[in-house]
């Protein structure tokens, strides 16, 4: 038995993304905004030098003076130990008796992975630093955690909207600069998640050849980054490309164009010509970026054919997991609930839905 303190009680949210997608990695701009579901972490101080974890995937004992990889969910975990330590300076740490539990579903494109990684980093700060917890260092520590030692490449989005989130709004995130601006969303906007259940086992590594088509295209453009051209030439820039560096930098510009439009259609309450962005975005992911598949582009379809839906396109890294789609507040539990079972009726397995609340980002629980 291990004499146990009184646990504090911290929760990341997950994320979804308006629009915005394929971009965070180029310098560009995005539009998450926080769910109502998230990672819950419990931790309490111990007497030993270790952190002992119970979670749904299973116990372990962690340290944070090194880092081993186990290459599963511990390594969110002791990632996270290893560079807030390392980030915090020597001082005494504390062990820590840390439970986790966690409603967003894995692998569908909702960020249970940042959820988890803020969540952690929120109980660790609490207990062994006494400074109010950094936010933006704790969105670059996760980023680094999944970057290097997870080895997933993905960009600062998920962390960045785990972290900021703030209830009814979205955050338009300029990744370069690493700020953000809060969105107001109009009252009658919903937000509805259909899942494909379809998760592609070659995510992972076609994510970073995309990461590399982008770098490439900016390579030859001779800036230093994508953002940069769709701030100065725009489109126009693009000719000198050819191939998939061409096809991904004319996503990339043209989706931060999007975004941009989307901030002024969601502050005119405009929700049609949101919508309108929103098929272009899957229509631009799927035939320029190519990160869409079957499943994805049938469920947009299905999505945008159901009444109520006022538009739709595939969310997240791609190669399965969710398609968002937009509606009227009273027509979203209706459209959400027909278009997930007529994906039902086409595969024999109903995956559901979820009409998402914009939500606060990693916080304290109340004591
Ligand atoms: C994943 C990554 C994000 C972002 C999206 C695509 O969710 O984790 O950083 O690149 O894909 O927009």
């Known amino acids: 038995m291990h004499p146990t303190?009184?646990?504090?009680?911290?929760?990341?949210?997950?994320?979804?993304?308006?629009?915005?997608?394929?971009?965070?990695?180029?310098?560009?701009?995005?539009?998450?905004?926080?769910?109502?579901?998230?990672?819950?972490?419990?931790?309490?101080?111990?007497?030993?030098?270790?952190l002992r974890v119970t979670s749904p995937f299973g116990k372990a004992e962690l340290g944070w003076r090194s880092f081993s990889r186990s290459g599963d969910w511990r390594d969110y975990v002791g990632g996270?130990?290893?560079?807030?330590?390392?980030?915090?300076?020597?001082?005494?740490?504390?062990?820590?008796?840390?439970?986790?539990?966690?409603?967003?579903?894995?692998?569908?494109?909702?960020?249970?992975?940042?959820?988890?990684e803020l969540g952690i980093a929120l109980a660790l700060w609490h207990h062994w630093s006494k400074a109010p917890p950094d936010r933006h260092l704790l969105v670059q520590l996760a980023n680094?955690?999944?970057?290097?030692?997870?080895?997933?490449?993905?960009?600062?989005?998920?962390?960045?909207?785990?972290?900021?989130?703030?209830?009814?709004?979205?955050?338009?995130?300029?990744?370069?600069?690493?700020?953000?601006?809060d969105v107001p969303l109009p009252q009658e906007a919903a937000f509805v998640i259909i899942d494909t259940g379809v998760r592609h086992t070659n995510a992972t590594s076609a994510y970073g050849e995309r990461r590399r088509d982008c770098e490439t295209a900016t390579a030859r453009l001779g800036a230093a980054?994508?953002?940069?051209?769709?701030?100065?030439?725009?489109?126009?820039?693009?000719?000198?490309?050819?191939?998939?560096?061409?096809?991904?930098?004319?996503?990339?510009?043209?989706?931060?164009?999007?975004?941009?439009?989307?901030?002024?259609?969601?502050?005119?309450?405009?929700?049609?010509?949101?919508?309108?962005?929103?098929n272009q975005s899957h229509a631009s992911l799927r035939d320029d970026m190519e990160v869409s598949c079957p499943e994805l582009d049938r469920v947009q379809a299905i999505a945008v054919a159901t009444p109520g839906v006022l538009g739709?396109?595939?969310?997240?890294?791609?190669?399965?997991?969710?398609?968002?789609?937009?509606?009227?507040?009273?027509?979203?539990?209706?459209?959400?609930?027909?278009?997930a079972r007529a994906w039902a009726r086409e595969t024999g397995t109903d995956h559901g839905f979820h009409v998402c609340t914009a939500s606060d980002g990693a916080r304290a629980c109340p004591a």
Do not use: W
């Not at 990695?25 to 539009?31: N, R, W």
């Not at 062990?95 to 986790?100: E, F, H, M, Q, T």
């Not at 050819?242 to 439009?261: F, L, M, Q, W």
């Open 225 to 278: 980054s994508l953002r940069d051209i769709a701030d100065g030439q725009g489109l126009a820039a693009l000719s000198v490309l050819d191939g998939n560096p061409a096809r991904r930098a004319r996503h990339v510009v043209s989706e931060i164009g999007r975004t941009r439009a989307a901030v002024q259609a969601l502050l005119a309450a405009d929700l049609s010509a949101l919508g309108a962005l929103m």
């Open 80 to 116: 996270m130990a290893f560079v807030l330590a390392r980030e915090l300076g020597p001082g005494a740490r504390k062990g820590l008796d840390i439970s986790i539990a966690s409603d967003v579903p894995v692998g569908a494109g909702l960020s249970s992975s940042a959820a988890l």
């Open 5 to 50: 303190r009184p646990a504090r009680q911290f929760r990341a949210p997950g994320r979804l993304n308006i629009i915005g997608e394929h971009v965070d990695y180029c310098g560009g701009l995005v539009l998450p905004a926080a769910i109502d579901r998230g990672c819950t972490v419990s931790a309490a101080c111990n007497d030993d030098q270790m």
């Open 144 to 181: 680094e955690v999944e970057n290097v030692f997870v080895g997933a490449p993905c960009g600062v989005m998920d962390q960045y909207a785990s972290a900021f989130g703030r209830a009814g709004h979205a955050l338009l995130v300029d990744c370069a600069a690493m700020d953000h601006t």
């Open 312 to 339: 739709a396109r595939m969310m997240g890294g791609g190669f399965g997991g969710t398609v968002i789609a937009l509606a009227h507040r009273q027509d979203a539990a209706r459209a959400g609930a027909d278009a």
